[in-house]
């Protein structure tokens, strides 16, 4: 990882629950010389991380890129809840869209919350 001024201070964490409390402290490290990677993905929040995991389980060789720490953004300053809910209701997208997208996509948002338990599991 490296850390850099330009938008993320000294690239420290906040102070927050999960800094305070976190097992595991790694010293960021900076990226150097040329690394040869199938897919770089760049932001360790949950999306990247994620999104790294599921390439890695695929057998792909995955390298992260972060401008700060891992969890640095959002990632590591929200309230921690699975949401299963969206803004608007599947009523309302399944008059605009119709009965099938009201389907896929409730089923997306009960599908998300079994991604995570799976991950931190
Ligand atoms: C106060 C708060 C409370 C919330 N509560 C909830 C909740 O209870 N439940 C819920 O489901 N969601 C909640 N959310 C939303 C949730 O936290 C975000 O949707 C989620 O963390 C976004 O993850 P992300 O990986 O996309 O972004 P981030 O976690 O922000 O990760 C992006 C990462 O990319 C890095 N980055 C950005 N640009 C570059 C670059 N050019 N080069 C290298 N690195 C870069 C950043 O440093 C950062 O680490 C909350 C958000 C906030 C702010």
């Known amino acids: 990882m ?5 938008y993320a201070g000294d690239g420290g964490y906040p102070a ?3 800094a305070a409390t976190r097992n595991i402290i790694r010293t960021p490290v900076k990226l150097q ?5 199938d897919i770089c993905v760049v932001g ?7 999104t790294a ?3 890695a389980e695929k057998g792909n060789k995955v390298t992260v ?4 720490q891992v969890g640095w953004g959002a ?7 699975i949401v299963n809910g969206l803004n608007v209701s599947l009523s309302t997208i399944r008059s605009r869209f119709g009965e099938d997208a009201a389907r896929f ?5 009960q599908e998300g919350g079994r991604i995570i338990r799976r991950l931190v599991s």
């Open 53 to 55: 995991i599921h390439l």
């Open 2 to 6: 490296s850390v850099t001024k330009s």
């Open 33 to 37: 010389g040329r690394v040869e990677t």
């Open 105 to 109: 996509i409730g089923g997306l948002v």
């Open 44 to 50: 360790a929040g949950y999306t990247g991380l994620a």
């Open 75 to 81: 990632s590591g300053r929200n309230g921690g809840q």
């Open 16 to 18: 927050s629950y999960y």
């Open 65 to 68: 890129v972060e401008g700060a």
